[in-house]
Structure formats: C-alpha cells, structure tokens
C-alpha cells in the first residue's frame, strides 16, 4: 500500500516491508506482515483496527521499542536499527515522545520533577531540567499542577503530564497508543485537543492509535489496520473546527 502522495512535505518516517513474527511455543504470530508506510513533518495520524491487528506491534517498531523480523524503519532519516542499544535509547530519547494508555510516575516526586526526569538521565544539570520541565508545564497549561503528586492527579490530569514528560526533550514526534483509554469522554476530549493544539499550533506530528471511534477523523489522516496488514490510508478534511478561538471537536458540535 502507498501512501497518500504529499512530495511538498519532509518525511519524518518511514517504514518499509516491515514484518513481525512472534513465537509462541511451536506457533508463529504474524503480527505485522510486509507494511509500507510514510508519515510527513506536520502528519496527525490515526491508526485504527481490530483489537489484535497489529496496531501496538506497529507501533513499537516504529518507535525502536521492537525490532522487526524484516525490512526498515527510518525516523527522521536515521535508521533506527542500524543503531546499537545504547545509540537508540539516546536516538528515541532525542526524536521521538511516547505516551501510552497509562502514565507511570515516579511516585515520591511531584508532577514537575518527574516531567523533569528525562532530561536528568540525558544528563541535563537539575535546575536547568527543572527549568525546562517548567515552561513545558506552562506550554501545555498545567503549570499548577506541578507542585501536585502524581497520585493525587485524576486520570486526565496525569495523560496531560504524560503528555508533557513525553514533549520536554523537545522531540518532532508524539506517539500515543491508546492514549484515551481509560478516560471518560470529557477528559478524552480533552487529551485529543492538547493533541490538535500541539499538532497545529507547535507543528508536532503526532502519530496516535485508538479504538474509540469518535476519533477517527481527528487527525488529517487515518491509517487502518487488518490482519496485520495496513487496509487503508486516507488524507481527509481537517477534522476539527474552530469556533470563537477555541478548538472544538466536531462531535460536540
Ligand atoms: N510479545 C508478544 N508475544 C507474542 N505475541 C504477541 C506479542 N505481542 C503481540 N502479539 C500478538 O501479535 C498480534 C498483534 O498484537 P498487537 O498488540 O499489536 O495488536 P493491537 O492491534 O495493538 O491490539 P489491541 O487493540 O487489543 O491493543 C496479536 O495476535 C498478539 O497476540
Ligand atoms: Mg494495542
């Protein structure tokens, strides 16, 4: 399958003939059989399928997670398996924020000092990581709830800093697998415009796989997945309407 054609736009990742074959026992899974894809600078896109099609696997190759049985991922122009372990885990930590279902916190810090966590691994003095964390707070407009536990945050609250402790390396990349999963709609919603905001107003290509189809057509384009395979690819009208300088949903409308 060929992506949808967008040559005036820098490629930020590229899958090519890539498979997965798990073992399990005498038994092998074809989890993701020969895809071909292409994401753009600037993509929102969303992945969607049947549970078990190959969406998560996909994915975490596409993240350097998982490494594939065939063929290549490139993220930014850089092979990505062509790095030793080391090289992709400074690689990932650099290019690519990852946030999932479920946030996990380091829970005897608060809000800002986990947030500020990445970039102390990479090495960043504290007060200048705790700086950084700070303004990503602020971007994203959950300063006030940095001083707070994680613990004491609701499930919404902690995807935002989820959100916010996956962008502080400053990455071009947002990954999402599921990342509504376990909110109410309300909160939902509102993780899907912080999306739509860091997409259009920070120039972020998000790259986000859900079930719930309220979200399908949230991004400018929706990639679907069956049998491991990728069934369709669809460039499609901006999902999103603007109305009094707030984003809307089109489903509140
Ligand atoms: N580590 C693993 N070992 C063995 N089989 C696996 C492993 N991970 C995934 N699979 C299998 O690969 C297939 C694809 O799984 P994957 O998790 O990618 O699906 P998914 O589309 O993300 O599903 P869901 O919507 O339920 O999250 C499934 O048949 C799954 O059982
Ligand atoms: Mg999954």
């Known amino acids: 399958m060929i992506s949808p054609a967008k040559t005036d736009k820098k490629v930020v990742i590229e899958v090519e003939n890539v498979s997965k074959t798990f073992k399990v026992g005498d038994n092998e899974v074809k989890a993701v059989q020969e895809v071909d ?3 753009y600078q600037g993509d929102f896109v969303v992945i969607f399928g049947p549970s078990g099609c190959g969406k998560t ?6 993240t350097g997670l998982d490494e594939p049985t065939s063929g290549r991922v490139e993220v930014n122009g850089q092979n990505i398996f062509n790095l030793d372990e080391d090289e992709r885990g ?10 999932q279902q479920m946030s996990y916190w380091v829970k005897s810090l608060n809000v800002l000092e986990n947030v500020a966590l990445p970039l102390m691994i990479e090495g960043r003095k504290a007060s200048n990581a705790m700086r950084t964390a700070r303004l990503m707070l602020n971007e994203i407009k959950i300063k006030k709830l940095g001083t707070q536990l994680p613990t004491q945050l ?3 609250e902690q995807q935002k800093a989820g959100v916010a402790r996956a962008l502080v390396s400053n990455p071009n990349i947002l990954f999402a697998d599921e990342p509504t999963g376990n909110l109410d709609s309300k909160s939902a919603g ?9 997409n259009k107003e920070l120039n972020r290509t998000i790259v986000m796989v859900t079930h719930n189809q309220n979200y399908w057509e949230s991004g400018n384009r929706r990639v679907e997945m069956k049998d491991g395979e990728i069934v369709g690819d669809h460039n499609h009208h901006d999902g999103y309407i603007k109305e009094n300088g707030y984003v ?3 489903a509140e409308k």
């Not at 696997?57 to 596409?62: E, G, H, K, S, V």
């Not at 400074?90 to 946030?99: D, E, K, P, T």
Request: charged share 20%.
């Open 90 to 99: 400074l690689f990932r930590s650099r290019h690519i924020g990852f946030v």
């Open 37 to 39: 894809l292409k994401i």
């Open 190 to 198: 509102e993780i899907i415009k912080l999306f739509y905001y860091l």
């Open 154 to 156: 609701s499930g919404g």
């Open 57 to 62: 696997t996909l994915l975490n190759m596409m």
């Open 248 to 250: 809307k949903l089109k």
